[in-house]
């Protein structure tokens, strides 16, 4: 026997298509992980403690270091007081972060609604935890939320909203407009949002993160998830944070208690010293990051790609068009990591029927080498036999 949710899903297609890289010597653009951009600084903090100890559990709720650090930052950044000893949680990341909140907050049968494109642990993690998954798509290319569908997904069974913002895959922050849009709607139905929101220091432009968590009349109702391997560039230490009322919170931490329970002690440390850096620090990585998508964005278009402008993460959405009047946006991935040596990932993945193929993710968080070397391969293969084969 095996789980119903667990036994009927696959590989991940972020797994598959960098097995497809691998296989084919390509330029993985497609799986979200950072290429050289670790602060060494906070690289050398987690080896210090590491060699210092201790090397016990650490308590429950994350190191009181690392949870001052999370609300100092919150309070540095957007302008609000969090309670770090009611308010704060850490988790062994931003994906157990959500996990958490699921099991904390969902009873069996609550709906749950999701913005397609969505990342893809999202529906199967509200189903494990006995919720319905109610997606609501959004259309490109704007992928802006769209107020009639969503009212209509509301029924009485409505537990929660998940919100992405900044968002992967599609590279913008949600508007003002928007979001008091869905503060009223968590007012008018007792709805809760959870709100992930690992981006949020990687925007651009001049650009400023925005969440309902400032929004003082449902502060009370939002679950604020971070990540310090998107802020630090370290996706593999796993470290992420849980800011909300207490009220929400205590069932969350509950869940976290019997899922993992604790996070590497040296890794908390650490993170709490980066959180604690000054303003150049996450300046620097903006400046760097907005560097590397003009890289590559310009790169393609300069290629002939029609790519869509690009607020913040560190993806570009590329729009198929000619380059696949098949529509098949997953073959269309294949065919380029195969024909051209770079790797993406379909648009189609982010939504559960898989019914919108319009576009191909890249993520742009590489070295410049490795970027320029992409746009190249792209460039040389559109300008090629294997575009011309795949238009005629």
Excluded at 153 to 166: D, F, G, M, W
Excluded at 210 to 238: C, D, H, M, Q, Y
Excluded at 245 to 257: G, K, V, Y
């Amino acid at each position: 026997m095996v789980s119903s949710v667990f036994g009927a899903i696959g590989t991940s297609i972020f797994e598959a298509m960098s097995r497809l890289a691998v296989e084919t010597d390509a330029i993985n653009l497609g799986q979200g992980f950072p290429e050289g951009l670790e602060p060494q600084e906070v690289v050398e903090a987690a080896i210090e403690a590491l060699r210092a100890g201790p090397h016990q559990y650490p308590p429950m709720l994350g190191l009181p270091a690392l949870r001052q650090a999370v609300a100092a930052n919150t309070r540095r950044f957007l302008d609000i007081e969090v309670d770090w000893e009611q308010e704060v949680l850490v988790t062994s990341g931003a994906t157990e972060a959500l996990s958490d909140a699921f099991f904390g907050l969902i009873e069996p049968g609550d709906e749950v609604i999701l913005f397609e494109p969505v990342y893809d642990s999202y529906a199967t993690i509200i189903r494990r935890a006995g919720g319905v998954p109610v997606p609501v798509r959004l259309d490109p290319p704007r992928w802006e939320l769209p107020a009639d569908r969503i009212e209509k997904a509301v029924t009485r069974r409505t537990r929660a909203i998940v919100l992405n913002t900044p968002w992967n895959p599609t590279g913008r922050i949600v508007g003002d407009e928007e979001l008091r849009f869905l503060a009223d709607l968590l007012l008018k139905h007792d709805l809760v949002a959870i709100s992930d929101e690992v981006y949020e220091h990687l925007v651009f432009d001049g650009r400023r993160h925005r969440t309902l968590f400032t929004l003082p009349e449902v502060r009370n109702r939002v679950v604020r998830i971070g990540s310090a391997g998107k802020t630090f560039s370290v996706t593999g230490w796993k470290v992420g944070y849980v800011t909300a009322d207490r009220r929400l919170l205590a069932p969350i931490a509950r869940a976290h208690q019997f899922i993992t329970f604790t996070t590497p002690p040296a890794l908390q440390a650490a993170v709490a010293f980066g959180l604690n850096q000054p303003d150049r620090y996450f300046d620097g990585l903006r400046a760097t990051l907005a560097e590397q998508r003009d890289l590559l964005v310009g790169g393609l278009r300069a290629a002939g790609f029609r790519v869509a402008d690009v607020e913040a993460t560190y993806f570009a959405l590329v729009e198929l068009g000619d380059l696949d009047p098949n529509g098949d946006d997953f073959a269309f991935c294949q065919r380029i990591t195969r024909e051209a040596g770079v790797a993406a990932v379909p648009i189609s993945s982010f939504y559960g029927n898989r019914d919108v193929r319009s576009h191909v993710r890249f993520c742009f968080a590489k070295r410049r080498e490795t970027l320029e070397e992409a746009v190249r391969r792209l460039a040389a293969w559109r300008a090629g036999a294997g575009f011309r084969a795949a238009a005629e």
